[in-house]
């Protein structure tokens, strides 16, 4: 349980940053922690770098990062600002989990979890607990970029890596797929957007309202 005030017996509230390179992403996040304010206090959103205030925890959401992003979690590992680390994804493979946990996250939760349950989880985590969802799947009451397009999470995923700049390899790499699975994917984004070319799609999706990158706190 959170720690308490020695002259004040209300628990304190939990200090988490959210961690992700998109304000989409973010804002997502924390319009559904709104509710739950008097448990968790959202001080920040962080984008290229790490947390600037102290924290309990850094949930960080993985979209847009090659490899689950475990270089970042590493890194907020190591920031003797950030208490715990807690990877928030819609889907991960055991594969995924394992190298997650190797990297130092204390939690692993799906997007699909409940609010209230993911508060608890993350309250436990923040107490130097470990939490890892047993079931993750899709769940559209978070918003993910490119739902403008009609894009699918999976291929979402993939245009933004595209529009960093990767080729198909490495979106192969970074997503745990096939190059055969990216040019489906990548078949499927150019019909969506109405382009013919991968310039254009990077362009295209790069002038989509929620692949905006930017920090807003």
């Known amino acids: 349980m959170p720690s308490t005030n020695h002259h004040d017996s209300t628990p304190r509230r939990m200090a988490i940053a959210l961690v992700n390179d998109y304000e989409l992403v973010l804002r997502g996040i924390a319009e559904m922690l709104r ?34 992003g475990l270089d970042r979690v590493s890194s907020l590992m190591r920031d003797p600002k950030v208490g715990s680390v807690a990877i928030y994804t819609w889907t991960l493979t055991a594969e995924q989990r394992d ?16 609010p209230d349950e993911l508060v608890d989880a993350l309250l436990q985590i923040a107490a130097g607990g470990t939490f890892v969802s047993a079931e ?5 009451r978070l918003p993910w970029p490119g739902q403008e ?27 745990w797929i096939s190059e055969n699975t990216v040019k489906t994917h990548l078949k499927a984004i150019y019909q969506k957007t109405a382009v013919s070319s991968r310039a254009q799609a990077v362009v295209r999706i790069g002038n989509g309202p929620g692949f905006a990158r930017r920090r807003i706190a």
């Open 35 to 68: 509710p739950y304010s008097d448990r968790i206090d959202v001080v920040e959103f962080d984008v290229a770098h790490n947390p600037d205030h102290r924290v309990d925890v850094a949930l960080f959401d993985p979209y847009g990062n090659a490899r689950l």
């Open 99 to 114: 190298a997650a946990i190797t990297a130092g996250a204390r939690g692993v939760l799906a997007k699909s979890t409940a």
């Open 136 to 140: 993750f799947s899709e769940d559209e």
């Open 149 to 175: 397009f009609g894009l699918t999470l999976r291929e979402s995923e993939v245009a933004a890596l595209l529009a960093d700049g990767l080729s198909n390899r490495e979106i192969a790499r970074s997503l």
